[in-house]
């Protein structure tokens, strides 16, 4: 097996996502901080390793690779004992990657990132209503995909739901989940929460996020 060095800072959602990857494949890793506020991430070094300039990425044996759903289909493609975590048939793997591409381009890019971006950045307090209409949208079609599985694409445990539980437990910064109106997803939640390795690489930075967003004394504008 390969040396495998993950560059990252643990309050980030994606890096998280690795994290729980590396943990339910019982991998050992290497964990390289790269401080986003000092612009770690801009590196020329860095920038070498992955040219966008984000966190996370991986080394397997000096071999990079990006982007923390490209990385969690490689490390469960080439670690898994088995295929569940990302499933070799097809069909069920295609319900897998539409929960990740829903991720990477809805939930953590447009309501998550837009919404965090300005503040931590920027300096921006202010965040528009839509920000929030966008949050409730993406609680409301994962409640859905939850309405007659336990987990985001069917009935086992995949990195889609890994994806998935970093961004939605991040965004609960700026809404909170109610159970009265999302609760296949709250139950969902509780679910991943009981994971063994969840503390570890998801609950801990978490904690770290939201106390940074409740930090900035943010206030929500119509
Ligand atoms: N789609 C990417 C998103 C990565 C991403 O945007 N990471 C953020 C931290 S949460 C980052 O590196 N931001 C620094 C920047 O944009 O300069 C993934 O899943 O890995």
Known sequence: MGKLVLYGIEASPPVRTVLLTLNALDLPYEFVAVDL?????????????????????????????????????????????????????????????????????VAFERALRGTTKPILFNNETNVPQQKINNIAEVYDIVNKLLQ????????NLTIADFSLITSISSLQAYLESDVAKYPNLVAWIKRLEQLPYYEKANGNGVKQLIELIKSKNITIVS
């Open 37 to 105: 506020f000092a612009q770690g991430n801009k590196s020329e070094e860095y920038l070498k390793i992955n040219p966008t300039g984000t966190v996370p990425a991986l080394l397997d044996d000096g071999q990079a690779i990006s982007d923390s759903h490209a990385i969690s289909a490689y490390l469960a493609s080439k670690y898994g004992k088995d295929d569940s975590l990302y499933p070799k048939d097809l069909v069920k793997r295609s319900v897998v990657d539409h929960r990740l591409y829903f991720d990477a381009g």
């Open 148 to 155: 007659n599985h336990p987990y985001v694409a069917g009935d």
